[in-house]
């Protein structure tokens, strides 16, 4: 999967290799898999408190931009269809996939 930036063939992709870098390293080291289900439950209801979850249709469809260690998807996944999972860093992506491993309807892109 590939996102232009819209501003032509001159252009160059609005990607910073250094902060992808340092991202991947990031949820490399730092993964949040220690916190405990309880923990994770609060801060994953907190973060998506203002989020409309009823309003949802059957078989919903989501993504998560920039999904890191998957901390986020994977509180998301069992509510919706299908998620997508984006993130610039692959080291990143790893992590995430194998977090959500056991999810069969979370599909993974490196954009």
């Known amino acids: 999967m590939s996102f232009a930036n819209g ?7 609005n990607v910073d290799e250094a902060t992808v870098t ?6 490399r080291s730092f993964d949040q898999t220690g ?3 309880e923990e994770r439950g609060a801060l994953a209801g ?4 203002v989020f409309p979850w009823a309003a949802l249709p059957p078989g919903a469809e989501g ?4 999904c ?3 901390r986020w998807a994977a509180w998301v996944a ?9 993130d610039a860093s692959e080291e990143a992506l790893g992590v995430a996939r194998r977090r ?4 069969a309807n979370v599909t993974f892109h490196h954009a």
């Open 22 to 27: 340092g991202f991947g390293a990031e949820w």
């Open 35 to 37: 916190l405990g289900d």
């Open 46 to 49: 907190q973060y998506f408190a």
């Open 63 to 66: 993504f998560d931009l920039g």
């Open 68 to 70: 890191g260690s998957g």
């Open 7 to 13: 501003l032509g063939a001159r252009s160059r992709p």
């Open 100 to 103: 959500l491993a056991d999810r």
């Open 78 to 86: 069992p509510r919706v269809g299908r998620l997508h999972c984006v």
